[in-house]
Nanobody
């Protein structure tokens, strides 16, 4: 059974920081791209950042310079450090693991999400 379990969300004041973690089980995580997405109330889910198995990284423009992503394959975990938080960063943050095989198959798994609320 595949599980992605996020943690680290919470209530933080503007300008604060949080470190989100996503622990994977049931998959060979080192082969997967690990990504973080977020969904604010009334909006579509959007990519925040993703890190491929080889270490290449993609950021949304809103995340560049503020939300570094990293992974620890020995711990089957992907991290998102969220800094200089703004009220508009308030959202549910979701972890996603994706594997695309050489034969064209794609495997995608999502976590349950962790709430980040930025408010004074």
């Amino acid at each position: 059974q595949v599980q992605l379990v996020e943690s680290g969300g919470g209530l933080v004041q503007p300008g604060g920081s949080l470190r989100l973690s996503c622990a994977a089980s049931g998959i060979i995580f080192c082969a997967y791209t690990g990504g973080w997405y977020r969904q604010a109330l009334g909006k579509q889910r959007e990519l925040v950042a993703a890190i491929a198995s080889g270490g290449s990284i993609k950021y949304a423009d809103s995340a560049k310079g503020r939300f570094p992503i990293s992974r620890d394959n020995a711990k089957n975990t992907v991290y998102l450090q969220i800094n200089s938080l703004k009220p508009e960063d308030t959202a549910v943050y979701y972890c996603k693991a994706t594997l695309r095989t050489s034969l064209g198959f794609q495997y995608t798994y999502w976590g349950q999400g962790t709430q980040v609320t930025v408010s004074s």
